[in-house]
């Protein structure tokens, strides 16, 4: 009876035409779930009584269910729409259909601008140029209280279709229209330095980081580089098995990483063959250095295969899961932790550089780069 109390006995009612009779069944419903219905159903009410505004019944039920996994009160939980879900898959696959252009929003004013155009894009070689504001896309004015990624979807498309963009250059209004075709995010940039050094960018660990890497560190051995820097510094992170792909690149067999779930069930990610880098290695790091960079930062410094200079990293020891609502849409959960290969859990304490050096923003030098440089040039 104790287990009874705590269920309310509900009736669902079948209909069946054939026989000409009802057929009621009884099921159990937690007199929890059944209030929190009831509750939900009355604000719905009250809104639509009194709300002045526009009620958008669709964006109140997805708000719901964010609301939900709000309650966990862990910023690297949330749900999904169908749509949400795509744009995120899209994201991180690393390429859409578009025009190639980065823009930023001002959280004040909400003007949207242009940071820089992508190399070999549609809108590569258009004249654009940094702080152009977006004012117009196709017959759409572009407001001030539009988000940035609502823009953005309206000038992503089907490849092979255009999109006609306005912008204004101080008093002086400007029209380009551009033929949308599917673009690769560049995450991964490399130049050769003095003494053999090869540098190596990577700001994201998307799904196609891993060719873009390997393409560089090809690039840079026919150069000749006879060492390293790979620099991780605001890199927040992203695709798990990009970051293990890459660590098996440069180190040999061994660990890189593991994780455990909430019932301790352990998974080891190794460093499966015998490539690795064999040449000097420097990693540069920052507080923006998260997730999956660190996962890399963590496996370079335990197992002793390379310098890490710059400054403690974000510390993002845990590990986040798509799991699928069975209508396409998702919650993500933090389901697991991960540790170095020492063991370490960095989460809400990253990782300290092996030589510390901090960003000073007054010098136009790049003092983290030249330490890496320095210390290299002496091996």
Known sequence: MKKLSKIIVGILVVTC?????????????????????QKINKIEKTIEKYY????????LEDYTYKGLVAGLEDPYSDYYSKED?????????????????????????????????IKGSPSDGSGLKKGDILTKVDDHDVTADEELSEV????????????????????????????????ETPTVETR????????????EFDEVTVKQFEDGMKKLKKQGMKSLIIDLRDNPGG????????????????????TEDKNGKKKTYNAEDDDQLNMPLCLLVNENSASASEILAGAIKDRNAGTLVGEKTFGK??????????????????????????????????????????????????EQLQKAVDILSKK
């Not at 744009?87 to 949207?112: A, C, F, R």
């Not at 798990?240 to 990483?257: E, H, R, S, Y």
């Not at 990782?351 to 030098?365: G, H, L, R, Y």
């Open 239 to 258: 695709l798990l098995n990009a970051v293990v792909d890459i660590a098996d690149d440069l180190l040999p067999k061994g660990k890189i990483v593991y």
């Open 152 to 183: 953005v979807d309206r000038i992503k498309g089907k490849e092979g279709t255009e999109v006609t963009l306005y912008f204004l250059r101080g008093s002086k209004t400007m029209k380009y229209t551009f033929t949308r075709k599917s673009i």
């Open 317 to 366: 020891g845990i590990v986040q899961g798509f799991f699928d609502l069975g209508d396409d849409s998702y919650v993500k959960l933090t389901y697991s932790s991960y540790y170095t290969p020492a063991g370490h859990n960095i989460h809400k304490k990253g990782i300290q550089p092996n030589v510390s050096v901090k960003d000073n923003e007054k010098t136009k030098q790049d």
């Open 192 to 203: 050769m330095l003095d003494n053999g050094i090869g540098y190596l960018s990577i700001s």
């Open 85 to 117: 879900f795509e744009d995120l898959m899209e994201s991180t696959n690393g390429v859409y259909s578009g025009v190639g252009i980065y823009m930023t929003q001002n959280l004040t004013s909400g003007i949207i601008t242009v940071v820089k155009t």
């Open 52 to 59: 002045k505004g526009k009620i958008d019944k669709e964006q």
């Open 17 to 37: 035409i054939a026989e000409g009779f009802f057929l009621y069944r009884a099921y159990a419903i937690p007199s929890d779930t059944l209030k929190t219905a």
